[in-house]
């Protein structure tokens, strides 16, 4: 991928009713670190990120926990923004709610209604409003399904239910049709849709719409986790493509692999998350927790332990000493080699290893003959640290 003067980036934000664990904050360090590397690199980056702020489980959370759903998103937004800021993850230029995105969900599905590449499909008996319908889109009338994830169709069908797909629903053309627009329910928020009728937006119709909106089709960088690329990525592209006659909706898509933990998948449902509140509530240094993150390449499925902060710490520790001398081994060889691992698909191991080997001497000269070293050599490092990796020493 080759971006021009502006790189263009939207990542797949949070849905705002849990606090954000290891592998949420794998995903948005990764791409702090690709936006980090493409400016270094010359570009303008035009970063966009949605957030969930009204969805399925937003609204189940809420009433589990009897609050408003509105409150919940609100809570959980600001202890998500606490958490990045902690982490030295730089704000998205764009940061916008799906609610906030509603009227361009309304034009976008009014527009495939009347395309014909969406239909409509009846409420289940005793649900809505008389004559009310939820709206569905027609993947057999889209080119390309599949082009994103390249899954075939028993891949696709494996996970769709249990990825907030509803394959059994009586009265859909096609079992992985996506939803566009759910009719209102009793009890359910929902917003004016004109001829759609009151409802609100299916999930990946507001990634589509937001997407569209603030960086237009055919944009730089699609990102988000590896349990996004089916159906949510697939799907937001797909439908971009009908209501724009256009492709690809992005030219490259990144996604990080999932973090696991000792062993099993994190996740809400196993109730084995490591949020990263609790830790900075425990007195962990933020810093210790994005060297850990940046320790692993984003393609690379891995599990948090233990030992992954005992280690990020000890590293930590001995950049500090390498660099609280005056003088130190020559910054631009190091510099130069954080450069070249960033450029070679996010190799951020490799930068790591590159300031190791830079502390590591720093603090053998230091200690041994300091004839030669570089005054101001750390200075410049720390810069380039801050600059290049986001972590501030
Ligand atoms: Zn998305």
Redesign the pocket.
């Known amino acids: 991928m080759t971006p021009g003067p502006i790189a263009r980036m939207y990542v797949?934000g949070i849905t705002p009713y849990d606090a954000t664990h290891m592998g949420h904050a794998a995903t948005y360090v990764t791409f702090d670190l690709l936006g980090r590397a493409l400016r270094d690199a010359g570009h303008e980056v035009i970063y966009v990120q949605?957030v969930t702020d009204v969805d399925d489980p937003l609204l189940e959370r809420a009433q589990r926990d009897g609050v408003t759903w509105q409150a919940l998103a609100e809570m959980e937004i600001a202890l998500f923004r606490e958490d990045m800021t902690a982490l030295g993850v730089i704000a998205p230029d764009h940061y916008i709610g799906a609610v906030e995105g509603v009227p361009s969900v309304v034009k976008a599905v009014t527009d495939l209604l009347s395309a014909g590449a969406a239909y409509r499909v009846d409420l289940p008996e005793g649900e809505g409003a008389a004559g009310a319908s939820d709206i569905y889109f027609e993947l057999s009338s889209a080119h390309d399904f599949g082009a994103v994830s390249s899954w075939d169709r028993d891949q696709m069908m494996a996970v769709f239910a249990e990825r907030g797909g509803d394959p059994e629903r009586a009265g859909k053309h096609d079992q992985l049709d996506p939803l566009l627009w759910r009719a209102a329910r009793e009890g359910e928020p929902s917003w004016p849709g004109g001829e759609l009728g009151e409802g609100r937006p299916g999930w990946h119709i507001e990634?589509t719409t937001i997407a569209l909106d603030y960086l237009g089709m055919t944009f730089d960088v699609q990102g988000?986790g590896t349990d996004?690329i089916f159906p949510?990525h697939e799907m937001?592209a797909i439908q971009a493509c009908a209501i724009t006659g256009g492709s690809p909706f992005a030219r490259a898509y990144v996604h990080q692999a999932m973090v696991g933990l000792d062993g099993a998948k994190m996740s809400k449902s196993q109730g084995n998350l490591v949020l990263i509140s609790k830790l900075r509530e425990s007195g962990v240094d933020p810093m210790a927790i994005r060297l850990a993150l940046l320790a692993h390449h984003y393609r690379t499925p891995w599990d948090w332990t233990d030992q992954s902060l005992a280690d990020a710490q000890r590293r930590l520790s001995m950049w500090r000493a390498g660099l609280s001398g005056n003088g130190g081994p020559s910054a631009d060889a190091t510099i130069a080699r954080i450069r070249e691992c960033l450029a070679n698909d996010l190799d951020a191991p490799g930068a790591l290893a590159a300031v190791d080997a830079w502390a590591e001497e720093s603090m053998e000269r230091a200690a041994g003959d300091p004839g030669g070293l570089e005054i101001g050599a750390p200075g410049l490092v720390g810069r380039a640290l801050d600059a290049l990796l986001g972590v501030r020493l």
């Open positions: 797949c949605n990634c988000g996004l949510h937001s």
